[in-house]
């Protein structure tokens, strides 16, 4: 009935990691080339929950933009735009609050592990569910690439579309799907008990997808391990060293089992290992890189396929917004 249309959205705060290109952006290409009608979302309104500085900002969703087209994904087959050049977003977030309730959203696990005791709740942290939501109906998206841990946001979003159901009697929204992204969280360099992030202030637990080759290499080799300098995977027991097999795993599209056998037949320390590692990272986002700076050498280019994304989600956003208000009325 709802025709398949896949959702990926990314904060454009900065260039995305290894862990978003593992966990989110190399998949969002495979199924961008094995078919699907994608919708690339560079949620730059998600990112100004946190205020950000406006130069920084503006710089890094043009980076984000180029990195995502530098790696594959196609703005002939997807629709790449920033969510701040759409207002129906907001729009639909107002929408859509109406249906829920404060008590609802405060349960939702990633909001109450970001609120400490006494500190003030911005009320654009409290709402982040809601216009998630938001982002996701617009396009009556019937497909989500995301981890498990948004379960809890998907169920607030499927709540939602229930109340619009039970008050409105018209079904106009596809209940949206994960998709099953089966592979390991990557995590911080430096604090391997933590998943690697953008927002995470320490820059060398991470490693940017556009980095430079030297920025790669010393990244990789200061990653904290441990005192074992054997190679073995245990992500509870040796959660730095398995990190850096998953990374390996994920960019070689080699086994673990496959990875450890061969680093334990070659007697590689976690030093050689990290070499290895991170000439495979090297090779591997070199020609991508060479794309991305071509891609930010020319910034009119790079502005009118946004503006091209934008013109064909505005099309899929106007209709949607239009069918929601005429069933409440407005
Ligand atoms: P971040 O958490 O770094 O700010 P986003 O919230 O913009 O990243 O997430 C973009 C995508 O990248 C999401 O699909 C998210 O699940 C995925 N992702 C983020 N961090 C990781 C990670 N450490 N490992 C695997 N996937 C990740
Ligand atoms: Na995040």
């Known amino acids: 009935m709802f025709p398949r249309r896949v959702l990926c959205g990314i904060q454009p705060s900065s260039v995305p990691h290894v862990g978003n290109y593992l966990g989110a952006v190399k998949k969002w ?17 998600h990112a100004v929950t946190i205020p950000r500085e406006p130069e920084v900002l503006r710089k890094s969703i043009l980076e984000t ?45 990633t909001y109450k592990s970001k609120v400490k005791d006494d500190a003030p709740i911005p009320l654009g942290l409290f709402l982040y569910p809601v216009l998630q939501s938001a982002d996701i109906l617009l396009f009556k998206t019937t497909h989500l690439p995301v981890g498990e841990d948004q379960i809890p946001h998907l169920q607030l979003c499927t709540y939602m579309i229930e109340k619009f159901y039970h008050y409105y009697k018209q079904n106009i929204f596809p209940v949206p799907e994960l998709l099953a992204t089966e592979t390991n969280r990557i995590r911080s360099l430096r604090r391997p008990e933590q998943k690697m992030s953008k927002s995470d202030f320490e ?47 994920g960019i070689s599209g080699q086994s673990i089992e496959t ?37 930010l050498d020319d910034r009119s280019h790079l502005l009118s396929i946004l503006e091209n ?12 917004l239009n069918e929601v208000k005429d069933v409440m009325g407005l």
């Not at 080339?33 to 730059?44: E, K």
């Not at 934008?310 to 956003?317: G, H, K, L, M, S």
């Open 203 to 249: 820059e060398r637990a991470r490693i940017d997808i556009m980095d430079d080759e030297d920025v790669i290499r010393e990244r990789v080799m200061k990653a904290l391990t441990d005192f074992n300098s054997q190679i073995s995977y245990d992500r509870q027991q040796r959660p730095g060293v398995s990190n850096l097999i998953d990374i390996y795993a």
């Open 309 to 320: 994304g934008r013109e064909r989600a505005r099309e899929i956003a106007d209709k949607t």
């Open 29 to 45: 290409i495979d199924l961008q080339n094995s078919g699907d009608n994608l919708v690339v979302m560079l949620a730059d309104l």
């Open 65 to 109: 933009a180029a990195s995502l087209l530098a790696c594959g994904i196609d703005p002939k087959r997807s629709i790449i735009y920033r969510q701040s050049q759409l207002p129906h977003h907001t729009e639909l977030n107002w929408l859509l609050s109406t249906l829920t309730t404060v008590q609802k959203v405060a349960h939702i696990p």
């Open 259 to 295: 990875i450890v056998k061969e680093a334990q037949r070659d007697n590689l320390n976690t030093g050689a290992f990290k070499k290895q590692l991170a000439q495979l990272i090297i090779e591997h986002f070199r020609p991508k890189r060479l794309e991305y700076l071509k891609l």
